[in-house]
Nanobody
Framework: VQLQASGGGSVQAGDSLRLSCAAS????????VAWFRQAPGKEREFVAA????????YYADSVKGRFTCSRDNAKNTIYLQMNNLKPTDTAVYYC???????????????????WGQGTLVTVSS
């Protein structure tokens, strides 16, 4: 499956953005999909995930209550709605997919075989 992330931009603290991750080349509904982010000089970290079966969602503590991950299987697209953005949310955001994700590995970047190219989110104070 190929992934294409979009929707990044430069915003002020408190603003909202919605990222999209469009998938092609696979049976999208069978994939669990996650968002990771990487700030300059830092490790890539887990942000949110939505599973293929049941659509359960999972969030990093740092974004819980502010970010919402959803999927539209008819459009082969995953969304990350980001509200009340903070300067600490500044990073390149990546979407990633796995057809074989086990629950315990949800937050591990090594569990995802397919990655999009990343979209930059910059939040200024």
């Amino acid at each position: 499956v190929q992934l294409q992330a979009s929707g990044g931009g430069s915003v002020q603290a408190g603003d909202s953005l919605r990222l999209s991750c469009a998938a092609s080349g696979g049976t999208f509904r069978r994939y669990s999909v996650a968002w990771f982010r990487q700030a300059p000089g830092k490790e890539r970290e887990f942000v949110a995930a939505i599973r293929s079966s049941g659509g359960n969602t999972y969030y990093a503590d740092s974004v819980k209550g502010r970010f919402t991950c959803s999927r539209d299987n008819a459009k082969n697209t995953i969304y990350l709605q980001m509200n009340n953005l903070k300067p600490t949310d500044t990073a390149v955001y990546y979407c990633a997919a796995s057809a074989t994700l086990i629950l315990s590995a949800t937050t591990s970047k090594d569990a995802y075989a397919y990655w999009g190219q990343g979209t930059l989110v910059t939040v200024s104070s």
